[in-house]
Each structure stands twice: as C-alpha cells, then as structure tokens.
C-alpha cells in the first residue's frame, strides 16, 4: 500500500485559457493509475485512468479527434 500523493501539473502547452486538465503522472508505478483532473476545480473529482488508456487519448487529442474548443 503506498500513501503518496499526487503531483499535479499541467501541459507546458497550456495558455491558461481554462480548459485545462492536470495529470499525477507520479502515481502510475505504484498504483497503476494516471488520475485526471480540471484545473479550474482542484478540489473536485479526479478521474483515474490506466496508463494505457490515458496514452490512447494523448494521441487522440495530438491527432485531432477531439475537435477545437
């Protein structure tokens, strides 16, 4: 069991426009998980996804797939 928390951070690529996620990246060789959340609310949910599944939407979103906002 691991007690270590998250280390939030946000893309370099972010212009602080507000539709901006945050990603622990620190959490997934010991719990196997990349939680997600909104940075405009951090003390809301946080969505934990697997490495796997996170990698597929960091290339969905390079490629495109997701539209502008």
Aim: charged residues 15%; contains cysteine.
């Amino acid at each position: 069991m691991t007690t270590e928390s998250p280390l939030w951070f946000k893309s370099s690529y972010s212009n602080n426009g507000g539709a901006c996620i945050e990603v622990a990246a620190n959490l997934v060789a010991s719990l196997g998980v990349v939680p997600v959340r909104d940075s405009k609310d951090p003390n809301g949910p946080v969505l934990a996804t697997s490495p796997v599944s996170f990698a597929a939407f960091v290339v969905g979103v390079k490629a495109g797939e997701f539209g502008v906002v």
